[in-house]
């Protein structure tokens, strides 16, 4: 299968740093890439979707002032926090999928924890 | 949304023995679902999909039924291992441009040797 590749795979940062997580397909061209987020015990709660060289779709609730979306290339999406707060301390988990694929393809996920 | 504290249904059964976990989605539209498998700390793996226009796919060791009357979906793993504990997402894909997936709430499936 495809495989996708975000980084770090954990983080702790102090409250007000602000944090960049990385997500690369290596194998294939990343035409939508996805991000979510995970509470303990819980399912994937969908954060925002973004298409290669256009600007990222929030879902409703999600400031998309404080989680940044680039999806600079067909390989490349990151997400940034900003200005983080322990509130924000969660699993975040990128996904891809490519042209004509249904099918996401998920990164190993990244624990952000915040002082 | 998700409710706070929320427990996640818990599926335990005997290695070797056959495990079928269910999963109920919303949306009569939706064209498109598939299975994950999560393990602690990592993130979903694919594990099976189906189109809407069949009721049955099998792939190796496991199998997803879709019987769309009563929007149910199941997975079904035979033989089960311990290396198939983990936490099992259904997801349904509705409508929208981008593909995107709902995810269920998921179930915790504890396989004992």
């Known amino acids: 299968g495809a495989v996708v590749s975000q980084h770090p795979s954990w983080v702790i940062c102090k409250s007000g740093t602000s944090v960049k997580i990385e997500c690369r397909s290596l194998?294939?061209?990343?035409?939508?890439m996805f991000w979510y987020r995970q509470f303990p015990k819980q399912s994937l709660m969908l954060m925002a979707t973004s298409n290669e060289g256009s600007k990222a779709t929030y879902e409703q609730g999600v400031e998309k002032d404080k989680f940044l979306i680039n999806h600079a290339s067909l390989t490349l999406s990151t997400l940034t926090v900003t200005s983080a707060h322990p509130e924000d301390s969660s699993f975040y988990i990128c996904?891809?999928?490519?042209?004509?694929?249904?099918?996401?393809?998920f990164g190993a996920g990244t624990r952000l924890s915040v002082l | 949304g998700e409710s706070v504290g929320l427990h996640l249904p818990t599926l335990s059964v005997q290695e070797g023995d056959n495990s079928i976990i269910n999963c109920a989605y919303s949306?009569?539209?939706?064209?498109?679902f598939i299975w994950y498998k999560q393990e602690s700390g990592k993130g979903p793996q694919f594990i099976i999909d189906?189109?809407?226009?069949?009721d049955k796919r099998q792939g190796q060791r496991v199998t997803v039924l879709l019987n769309k009357t009563v929007k149910h979906l199941s997975l079904q793993i035979a033989a089960t291992q311990p290396g198939d504990s983990a936490v099992y997402f259904c997801?349904?894909?509705?409508?929208?441009?981008?593909?995107?997936?709902?995810f269920g709430k998921g179930t915790k499936l504890s396989v004992k040797p």
């Open positions: 189906i189109r809407s226009n069949m």
């Open positions: 996904s891809a999928s490519g042209t004509g694929r249904n099918i996401q393809y």
């Open positions: 997801a349904e894909r509705g409508g929208g441009s981008q593909g995107n997936l709902i």
């Open positions: 949306n009569s539209a939706s064209d498109y």
């Open positions: 194998d294939f061209q990343a035409t939508t």
